[in-house]
């Protein structure tokens, strides 16, 4: 990696849109500026989500001056990192699912950029520069309004067959059995073990 590169990030979540010029520099932690963060305004559907992440892209890279290599962005959803597409997003942001994203950023900034699901792009940070930075493998499990999960093994995300591997809040739990569960199954452990699944859970049992 050559010294000093300059990328912009772009974090896409359900509730805000988060942005940073961030250099990258061989054997260094990466140095991270112009942080700042808009309202995602998911409800308003797919095209208003990307029109804010490419809003945001312009501005780290005007700040930035002229020496910005890429784009790297996290997205909530399903993301296929070899088309940079949003392959699947569930009702939390209505008609993402479908957005390319990698391809529509790079057309309106004409930079590479390379997407990740969320979870992932976490996990890929915790192992690098986190919790797990010395060990070999991490598994990262991101507990909010939903359970994400991720594993990382020797530097690299498994992504599995369909880019949904480490999603450990969809796996069966008999203590979940019959529970609907927002992927549209049931009995799984996010249901009761989310954020909101923990509350029902406590009202359920009075
Ligand atoms: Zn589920």
Redesign the pocket.
Known sequence: MAQGKKVVAIDIGGTKIASALVTLEEGAKPVVEFYDKIPTEAKKGGQQVLANAIKMARRVIELAGEDVCGIGVSSGGVIDPRTGDVTYANDMMPGWGGTHLGAELTAATGLPARVLNDVHAHALGEARWGAGRDASSCLVVAVGTGIGGAFVERGSIMLGAHNEAGHI??VSCTDAAGVP?????TG?L??IACGPGIINRYLELG
Not at 181 to 185: M, P, W, Y
């Open positions: 809040g969809h569960c927002q992927c549209g199954a799984h996010e249901t």
